[in-house]
């Protein structure tokens, strides 16, 4: 049993970062698809919402593929709100992958005009690469060179293999029409291939399916849902194994927790904690009593998130914690007593875009599902 830093043991179920080893288990069919996908030459753009494992599935992908000798550079668009902001953080990310960084330097001088490489040594000693901008505003074709740069990297029939992750912002370089310049490289492309992914699926799922935007049919398009059940039961038992946790319970829990792997692993800690030290095997009143008690811990950030909605929002955000299946209906309007279907549509489209709630095969949820339990409780 693996013991913590203060010497006592450690919680079995790990949530809110990249799992990987023996806390990451399944998804070996979409590992494979996107190990071969990307092996095969071809781009392609990954759908899940938010935490069902999007970049912990990448990163397992990615090991998978450096096996295979082929380069991957993980890129998070999120920190990045302007053109300079992303050169640093590209090339650092680049340049992250290299085992020669005077190499790569001079390769990048010769590429790219108007950005000056940098290498200089941290406290420890080691070198870290930074870039230097010539001008005050950097143009496009630095920024295509810097993008092309990949062509160079990978060693004879590998490839170089790019993960943009929270892609959906890229929007932020509406300015550089970056969303057109990058379209075009992957197109050119010969030894790079990308994939595309982020937590807000239906801005992912417009830049591809939307026939203005530049990216429309640009990449293979595979969608992940939830882990499978018998293999997630069999996760819990084993990691509760000395309190016993029957098959029934097993669903149950996973159903409280929406089914979404970041919150079952939440509320099996949880469970976890409250029956440490003793024998006592899982009841469903543990299981609700430990529930219970994370809404309760997250009671105020909840309050305020509910009470910063409009009426309309609460009522929809109501109305979606009872049922999320045709809510544009007539019926449905009149069942939850909801505004007119215009104020029912803005309505839906705002927590969409805020992440409040979630879309995934035509039926609404609420992205967290203790924030459900929350709603529930206060219509009580
Ligand atoms: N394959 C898996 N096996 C076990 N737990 C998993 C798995 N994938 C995800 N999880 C759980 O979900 C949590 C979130 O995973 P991850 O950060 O990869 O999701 P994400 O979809 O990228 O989330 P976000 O939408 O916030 O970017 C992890 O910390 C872990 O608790
Ligand atoms: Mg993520």
Redesign the pocket.
């Known amino acids: 049993m693996q013991k913590s830093i203060m010497g006592g043991i450690m919680n079995p ?7 990987s080893g023996k ?5 070996k069919e979409e590992t494979s698809r996107i190990v071969k996908t990307l092996s095969g030459g071809n781009n392609m753009v990954l759908y ?1 919402p ?8 990448i990163y397992k992908a990615m090991a998978e593929l450096e096996k295979k000798g082929h380069i991957c550079v993980y890129f998070d668009f999120m920190p990045v709100y302007s053109a300079d902001s992303f050169v640093r953080a590209y090339s650092k990310a680049l340049a992250d992958k290299q085992n020669n960084l005077s190499n790569f330097a001079k390769t990048f001088s010769t590429l790219i005009k108007g950005l000056r490489p940098v290498i200089s040594f941290n406290k420890e000693g080691l070198p870290e690469f930074s870039v230097n901008f010539e001008s005050k505003n950097i143009d496009e074709t630095a920024i295509s060179s810097l993008l092309d740069i990949t062509e160079t990297l990978s060693a004879k029939g590998k490839r170089t293999l790019v993960f943009f992750d ?1 892609f959906q912002e890229v929007v932020k370089l509406k300015g550089l029409k970056f969303e057109a310049l990058l379209r075009s490289k992957t197109q050119r492309q010969s030894k790079t291939n990308y994939l595309f992914f982020g ?1 807000k699926t239906h801005l992912i799922s417009d830049m591809f399916n939307n026939k203005k935007r530049a990216f429309y049919n640009a990449a293979m398009q595979m969608s992940i849902g939830a ?1 499978p059940e018998n293999e997630t039961i069999e ?1 819990l038992q084993r990691n509760l194994a000395k309190n016993k946790l029957a098959d029934n319970l097993a669903k149950y829990l996973i159903e409280k927790a929406g089914a979404i ?2 919150y079952i ?2 509320l099996a800690g949880e469970i976890w904690q409250c029956c440490i030290g003793n024998k006592s095997v899982i009841t469903k009143n543990i299981i609700d009593d430990c529930a219970a008690k994370i809404v309760e811990l997250k009671s105020d950030y909840y309050m305020e998130l509910f009470d910063r909605q409009s009426q309309s929002k609460k009522q929809l955000l109501w109305a979606i914690s009872k049922n999320g299946k045709n809510i544009f209906s007539i019926a449905y309007q009149n069942e939850f007593r909801l505004p007119g279907a215009a104020t029912v549509q803005r309505a839906a489209k705002e927590l969409l875009l805020d992440g409040i709630i979630e879309k995934l095969k035509e039926e609404y949820f609420v992205a967290d599902p203790f924030f459900k339990m929350f709603i529930e409780s206060k219509s009580k």
């Open positions: 179920f790990v949530y809110g970062t990249v799992v806390h990451f288990f399944d998804r899940a938010r935490r069902f494992g999007k970049t912990s599935l929270e937590s882990l996760y792997p970041h692993q939440m």
